[in-house]
């Protein structure tokens, strides 16, 4: 079983970046696929990233695409959300999790969540 904490949120302009943190710890981390997803407050959760165990592969929301980049660091059990020309509407709980296997985009599939971080973006 793995645990999974979230660091790295905040708040930032429009336009502004942000580093999203997820340290993992009780297991053999490059076991895991690992993804992002996040849930605005009315909605439902949904997918943002996700990278395979070794790095390889990566998987992108379109609405995401070439603003975000996921990346793993398996020395440091540690998976990061880089993001970009933030807007408003990625204002949202940003939580981690994992999975053995493949990644994927469906929340139901990864078994592990971390508790979240907020990510507050001012117009």
């Known amino acids: 079983q793995v645990q999974l904490v979230e660091s790295g949120g905040g708040l930032v302009q429009t336009g502004g970046s942000l580093r999203l943190s997820c340290a993992a710890s009780g297991s053999t981390f490059s076991n895991y696929a690992m993804g992002w997803f996040r849930q605005a407050p009315g909605k439902e959760r949904e997918f943002v990233a996700a990278i395979s165990w070794g790095g390889g592969i990566t998987y992108y929301a379109d609405s995401v695409k070439g603003r975000f980049t996921i990346s793993r660091d398996n020395a440091k059990n540690t998976v990061y959300l880089q993001m970009n020309s933030l807007k408003p509407e990625d204002a949202a709980v940003y939580y981690c999790?994992?999975?053995?296997?493949?990644?994927?985009?469906?929340?139901?599939?990864?078994?592990?969540w971390g508790q979240g971080t907020q990510v507050t973006v001012s117009s």
């Open positions: 999790a994992a999975k053995l296997g493949y990644a994927m985009r469906i929340p139901g599939e990864y078994p592990y």
